[in-house]
């Protein structure tokens, strides 16, 4: 089960970094990256079906925060971008839902001082874009150290 978190955990990582990468040099990202980063989310559920694998629910409940997200982008007319609460929706799968939450903690905060850095000092507006999937990664590396 360990070696499974450790493929599921890094491989993800590295989808992460990528996204972040592009979310930094574009505004965007690829989808075929975001499905690519729900393939480990989907291994980790895979051996949670097998005797002695985990907790399905707990898994699945992990989807919750970054459906959530994602629903508020579509809601709010795409004000958050619709790919971080699908990255975080990725996450969650890889993650379960403590593991989620906690990894989203780690994001807000950093995610909230550079937006009052950025308003505060370089004098922007509300309404600048600041890429969020580079503090997703940020908080999914410290969640995974931390556990």
Partial sequence: MLQMRILTEGA???LLLLLSAQDLRTGRISGRLVFLSFLP???RMSVCLL???GNILFQLAGLLPGLFFWLLSRSTGRAMGEGD???LMAMGAVLGISGCMLALS???LP???CAGFLIVVKRRKGKARIPFIPFLAAGFLAGICIS
């Fill in 51 to 53: 005797p002695g694998g």
């Fill in 111 to 113: 995610a909230a001082f």
């Fill in 106 to 108: 780690m994001a807000l």
């Fill in 41 to 43: 989310g989907l291994l």
């Fill in 85 to 87: 609460g699908l990255v």
């Fill in 12 to 14: 993800l990582l590295l």
